[in-house]
């Protein structure tokens, strides 16, 4: 089963050499994490642009989905699997 998050919520992420996701901390827990994935989207520029980088990630206790939101340089966590 998987759980969407409805407002993506901001999270803090630490990045690797490489510059990408090692760990993330989202509701006082704090998890290191390895890619699994990612991808980028970019849709809309001509309106309201979206430019993710996204994320799939494992960790010890979560599988996730992040993304980076290059628009405004935030990261949020949009899905968590079980």
């Known amino acids: 089963m998987t759980r969407l998050l409805r407002e993506h919520p901001t999270i803090e992420v630490e990045l690797g050499l490489t510059g990408e996701p090692v760990a993330f901390r989202w ?3 704090r998890e290191q994490v390895e890619v699994a994935n990612r991808w980028r989207v970019e849709e ?3 309106s309201q642009p979206i430019a993710r980088d996204y994320f799939k990630v494992a960790g010890s206790s979560w599988l996730a989905l992040l993304y980076l939101d290059r628009v405004d340089g935030t990261w949020h966590l949009e899905r ?3």
């Open 27 to 29: 509701n006082g827990r």
């Open 44 to 46: 809309s520029w001509w």
């Open 80 to 82: 968590l699997y079980d």
